[in-house]
């Protein structure tokens, strides 16, 4: 089964790499987007003796950093 | 609107992050994942004049590298 983790720096975190996306679109002519967020994407194969608990773990513990990420864990059919 | 773009290495691309998680992870006690792959997600707030080709040649352009990675774009409620 496959598994997603999507980890994005907590809303009151600057995002410099973001920002400077946001920034350059509209000089490179694309404009219309009035925000950019970068995080991380994971994305983990697991066995079926691994539970939402253990997942729940391991994102905190090692695929973010609680101080300054948020972070969602999904399951999905893969 | 929020435009979601997730960005992965190609599957014949190497990903030494991903593999230092899915190395590490047994040593810490935790087994069962037997992959993980990383990659980058990232957030965007578009205005209803953006449309799917302009986003479209955002994420190739200036979110992803199309030599070595592969990306979705997909539109969410936000």
Known sequence: MRVVVDV???PEILDPQGQAVAG??????FHGVTAVRQGKHFELEVDDTVDDET??????????????????VRRVDA
């Open 55 to 72: 997942l729940a773990k391991i994102a905190e513990g090692f695929l973010a950093n609680p101080v300054i990420e948020q972070w969602t």
């Open 24 to 29: 350059a679109l509209p000089r490179l002519g």
């Open 8 to 10: 994005m720096p907590k």
